[in-house]
């Protein structure tokens, strides 16, 4: 199948050529051009790039490598949409089509989820809990378009009326990652067209293909033209033009903390406002009344679930000395159980790493780590090397100033330490740049609040972890980033305030004093 210059209805997801998990039903490769004013259009240069699958090493898709020109004509289609007919769209118009976009997400979301396993390596039945998800968020954020309002101010001057509003800042490019690319791009596109901006995505090289199917659903849902881009590229080059094009008005960037700050750098040449969803290096907090089950259960979800490619993964865990042994031994049973495979067979647990470059990252860090001294309480370094595969490890004896302690691994890694009191507890899970996101366990309702009002960290998880939804905030402290996904106060990101002021009495006053 080939999407060049596609304009046609979105194909019958029962018998997509691209379908897959369990068996293939077709080897063809995929071809993707740029999505851009609501056309399929060849990128200037003529260049595409392949994506490959992570388990399987092969390339079935093939999508436009775009340049400077492309991103530019997708950001000049953005801010045109926003003098037409979107731009005179009500919340209400905004909330319909929303509502429209949702009911098409429902529908293809189990082809979503396929695509999404076989782009990013991840277990489908995790990502087919994602995609079925995915239309709560323009559920939710359709619900807030039509409630954007400004308010009425008392003047301190009898003589004029003060009024604001929200209006939407512009338009927005969406930089997104490749560990679960469409949830990601979602946070960010809901509030940005519940709030009436428009969109430039730039999905990740290594992942680029959902956000060139959900143009399709943009189309079927009838977006205007230009509402929504999507713009690939293999490499930065794409993700570079964009963060420093001067008529973007906004940058929602999720993604590592090295490469945010890249971003925040070239979007402050022109004043962009920006939102860092960044990196993270968690803390699971044990202590010694804590239900052990329910413990272990959230430490392997929080840190061998999705392989450990989530930036809010608890990676540290912080276990009170008394429980540790017990912890440990719990968890190791229960890791060198975990089923590594192909990612699409329901009895996989675990599937790769999305990409070499992210395993060999992996792999130098477990090895760093061994030769300062720590131990491996089951996985490591080294192993099968089929496939980008990295076996659940669990590193006891680490150095707190160790790499493997202190920065985002971004795989299936947990390094263990130990405390003694809360207070201990407390000042090593804060001793950290990051502050994306902690766990506590304890049947102590009352150390439970205590402790989660001391954490520097922009989610604590109470005796659970690893669980969002699109009506709670979601963001970090210090190198976790900028500003808040989700939540109401989200469509704020997207907004700028303008205060009107109008004069009531018709009268005049001196033209060269203020007020």
Not at 74 to 97: E, I, P, Y
Not at 126 to 146: I, N, R
Not at 186 to 209: M, R, Y
Not at 369 to 380: H, I, P, Q, T, V
Request: hydrophobic residues 40%; negative net charge.
């Amino acid at each position: 199948m080939s999407l060049i210059g596609r304009t046609g209805p979105l194909p019958n997801p029962t018998a997509h050529p691209t379908d897959c998990g369990g068996e293939s039903v077709s080897t063809t490769i995929v071809e993707y051009d740029l999505f851009i004013n609501g056309e399929w259009v060849s990128p200037v240069a003529g260049r595409r790039y392949p994506t490959a699958n992570p388990y399987t090493g092969e390339t079935w898709a093939q999508v436009g490598d775009a340049d400077d020109a492309d991103v530019d004509r997708a950001v000049k289609s953005a801010r045109t949409a926003l003098s037409g007919v979107w731009g005179t769209m009500t919340g209400f118009d905004r909330a319909a089509l929303m509502r429209k976009l949702a009911e098409l997400l429902r529908r293809d979301a189990a082809r979503l989820a396929k695509l999404e396993s076989r782009d990013s390596g991840k277990l489908l039945r995790e990502m087919s809990t994602q995609t079925a998800y995915l239309p709560s968020w323009f559920d939710y954020f359709g619900g807030v378009a039509d409630k954007i309002q400004g308010s009425t101010i008392p003047s301190d001057r009898p003589n004029f009326l003060v009024y604001t509003e929200e209006v939407p800042v512009g338009v927005v490019a969406a930089i997104v990652p490749w560990n679960s690319p469409l949830m990601l791009l979602v946070w960010k596109l809901a509030p940005a067209i519940a709030a009436g901006c428009t969109i430039v995505v730039k999905p990740s090289d290594q992942t680029p293909v959902t956000a060139l199917e959900l143009a399709l659903l943009f189309e079927e849902a009838g977006f205007p033209p230009g509402v929504f881009n999507v713009v690939t590229g293999n490499g930065p080059r794409v993700g570079q033009a964009l963060s420093a094009h001067p008529k973007v008005d906004k940058i929602a960037f999720t993604g590592s903390t090295a490469t945010g700050a890249l971003v925040a750098a070239a979007a402050a040449k022109n004043l962009t406002r920006v939102s860092l969803e960044l990196g993270g290096k968690s803390a699971q907090i044990v202590f010694e009344d804590a239900d052990v089950e329910a413990t272990v259960n959230g430490i392997i979800s929080g840190v061998f679930a999705a392989t450990g490619q989530t930036c809010m993964a608890g990676a540290r865990l912080l276990v009170h000395e008394n429980m540790h042994d017990e912890v440990v031994r719990r968890v190791v049973a229960r890791a060198e159980t975990i089923v590594l495979g192909d990612p699409t067979e329901e009895a996989t647990e675990m599937g790769p790493v999305n990409n070499q470059t992210q395993l060999a990252k992996i792999t130098s860090m477990l090895e760093q780590a061994k030769a300062e001294g720590a131990s491996f309480a089951c996985g490591g370094p080294g192993g099968d090397t089929k496939g980008y595969f990295v076996r659940p490890t669990v590193v006891t004896n680490v150095s707190l100033d160790s790499a493997l302690y202190r920065e985002e691994v971004f795989g299936p890694v947990l390094a263990v330490a130990t405390f003694t009191s809360e207070d201990e507890a407390v000042a090593m899970a804060n001793a950290t740049e990051f502050g994306l996101a902690a766990g506590i366990w304890t049947v102590d309702v009352r150390r439970a609040h205590r402790v989660a009002r001391q954490l520097r960290a922009g989610t604590v998880w109470i005796n659970a972890y690893r669980v969002v939804a699109p009506n709670v905030p979601f963001g970090g402290f210090g190198q976790s980033g900028i500003g808040r996904e989700s939540g109401v106060d989200a469509v704020r990101e997207f907004t700028e305030t303008r205060a009107t002021w109008v004069e009531l009495s018709g009268a005049t006053r001196d033209p060269f004093t203020i007020g």
